[in-house]
T-cell receptor, first 113, second 115 residues
């Protein structure tokens, strides 16, 4: 088995601030993902990475940067937080073989004041 | 394009009643889609409930079943007798897309089971 950890659990920021979310996995999975979850909108893919140092844009990449410097970690940066923004960011990983099961972290809840 | 549509919630049922959460998909760019149901229980992370990768096959887990129906492009989630512990948010998902890594999720269905 393995586990995905996300830090921080809660993130409160100010409008215009740059905010970084971190994700670690010990599955030894090749592929990692960042999703944004808004109420009533399901999961939307922000970025994914199929291997160390790879980055691929998802459907919602504008306003975000990502970094995959190690196989086990994948970070996401909100480049300029939007006022009154509230969402949950989920990190996931998979082995990448023919779209294997994705394993999710507990999420980071973002609130921008 | 590729998309997933599922029952809008919240869905409220009483314990021991039967349940069906509808899921239909559109896979115009995916030749052989895999279908998934994920679940998020209160206080826990999103996790796989079941998956089916072959049309016509049925997947099952924790008393839930879903059949991959290519003719009707459906993957409905069913349970004959729900329990209070089944209260959760359920997501239908479709993958992979043409680049073999992306999964398309539905909006989620919040299920409340009354004791």
């Amino acid at each position: 088995g393995g586990i995905i950890t996300q830090t921080p659990k809660f993130l409160i920021g100010q409008e215009g601030q740059k905010l970084t979310l971190k994700c670690q996995q010990n599955f030894n999975h090749d592929t990692m993902y960042w999703y944004r979850q808004d109420s009533g909108k399901g999961l939307r893919l922000i970025y994914y990475s199929i291997t160390e140092n790879d980055l691929q844009k998802g459907d919602l990449s504008e306003g975000y940067d990502a970094s995959r410097e190690k196989k086990s970690s994948f970070s996401l940066t909100v480049t300029s937080a939007q006022k009154n923004e509230m969402a949950v960011f989920l990190c996931a990983s998979s082995s990448g073989q023919n779209q294997d099961t994705q394993y999710f972290g507990p999420g980071t809840r973002l609130l921008v004041l | 394009g590729d998309s997933v549509t599922q029952t809008e919630g919240p869905v409220t049922v009483s314990e021991s009643e039967s349940l069906i959460i509808n899921c239909t998909y559109s896979a115009t760019s995916i030749a052989y889609p895999n279908l998934f149901w994920y679940v998020r229980y209160p206080g826990e992370g999103l996790q796989l409930l079941l998956k089916v990768i072959t049309a016509g096959q049925k997947g099952s887990s924790r008393g839930f079943e879903a059949t991959y129906n290519k003719e009707t492009t459906s993957f409905h989630l069913q349970k004959a007798s729900v329990q209070e512990s089944d209260s959760a948010v359920y997501y239908c998902a479709l993958g992979p897309d043409t680049n073999a890594y992306k999964v398309i999720f539905g909006k989620g269905t919040h299920l409340h089971v009354l004791p």
